[in-house]
């Protein structure tokens, strides 16, 4: 079973560029385009949170390094 995973937008470094997107295999990703950062453009979200795999392929292709990919177990735990 992959590895779960999670990750981390900038989306003020993000431009919206949509690699992400189509380098994922899970089709976890998206672009928000009901919203813009403040340089007025779209920016990448994660849709599927369930989905990621933390297979790195949207951060290894940023060109903005905007991506940052967390490994399940690599998230601080919650206080209960
Ligand atoms: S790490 Fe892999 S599975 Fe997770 S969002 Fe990025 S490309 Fe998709
Ligand atoms: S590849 Fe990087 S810049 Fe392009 S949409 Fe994804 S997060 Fe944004």
């Not at 813009?36 to 920016?43: E, F, K, Q, V």
């Not at 392929?57 to 998230?75: G, L, R």
């Amino acid at each position: 079973m992959p590895a779960k995973g999670y990750v981390e937008i900038d989306i003020e470094r993000c431009k919206g560029c949509d690699l992400c997107v189509l380098s994922c295999p899970t089709d976890c990703l998206a672009l928000n385009i009901s919203d813009t950062n403040s340089y007025g453009l779209y920016y990448a979200y994660l849709k599927e949170e369930d989905d990621c795999i933390a297979c790195m392929n949207c951060s290894v292709i940023c060109p903005d390094a905007a991506i940052t990919v967390y490994k399940k177990e690599d998230q601080p735990k919650q206080r209960s």
